[in-house]
């Protein structure tokens, strides 16, 4: 069943997290000693927002279901929704917990090591009477699983179910998978049509050192197609007609926090504006590069226009000519 003029182009749903990064930095300075950074920026990140953000940047209609504390941090993340026009009529805030939040020194190299406090995204939950407002929308991103303790025990998979059976494009991404992560995904690979790991996380999970292995693994669970992240050797995408890498693009690497978000923010978003998958793919690959520039999960992305150009003009990053 598809429901004829749903209100969203897409709803971005899961974990969202205030991450404070700063850069350079090469070492934490001895006992209570100080080091000067050049930078320091403070932004809503994490598997949901991260792809949000980008996806409202490039135009298309945005919501987000998620949930952040009553606190400081959470009414930093819903005023930046704000001013970005995205629609917080689902956000959750809760007293129980803080907002989950990251910080994140950059190394020189663009490196990104976490300390990351788990919070509110623990306490993200829908009730099956809440899941029709959610799926007003023509793409679903679930982000986040393996961080969504509350969600990620049953719920999920349900509001997934749900979303597949009312029509809509169903894309998946996870974070910090463990042992337990393959035994999750059993459940939400059949209401899957776009799983979007990073290459490294996919190897992990299937447990495997081949691409292909690992895609064909996830695909027999149910996905319809895989895209694996990786890096800065760009994309690998896997679907019932076969298996092919698109590179990344030439960028100068400031921080390459967040740019697997951003990548599903681009493809959705090209996705929804009719975009074919290799399209949509050079779009995410475009918004993740840009990302990679500077500071954060959303920098370096300034709207559809901008992107579209630096796909013109960009060099290719390949093993083979450079
Ligand atoms: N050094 C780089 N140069 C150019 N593009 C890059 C580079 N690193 C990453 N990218 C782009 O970012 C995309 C996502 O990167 P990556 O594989 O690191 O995702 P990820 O590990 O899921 O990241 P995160 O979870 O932090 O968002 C790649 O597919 C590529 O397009
Ligand atoms: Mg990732």
Redesign the pocket.
Known sequence: MTVDNPRFDAVFAGLTILDIAGRPVSSIPDGGGIAFVEEIRMNPAG?AS?ALMNAAKLGISCATSACLGRDEKGDFIENRYRAMGIDCSLLQRTGAMATSATILPIRPN?E?PALHCRGASDEWWLDESEFDALCDTRFLHHGGTGFLAKMDRGQSAKLLAHAKARGLTVTL?L?GPNDETLGQLKDLMPHVDYFM?????ALFIAGTADPSDAAARFRDLGATACIF????K??FISTADGDWRLP????N?SD????????CGGFIAGLSMGYDLEEACRL??AV??L??TGLG?DAGVVDLESTLEFIRTASI?DDDNG
């Open positions: 598997t991260g663009g990104r991404d974070i790991p990073s290459m490294e996380e992240k990786w890096g800065e760009g994309s990344a693009f030439k960028v690497v390459t926090t967040g740019c697997g978000d951003a990548y995410g690959t993740s590069g990302v990679a999960s990053l």
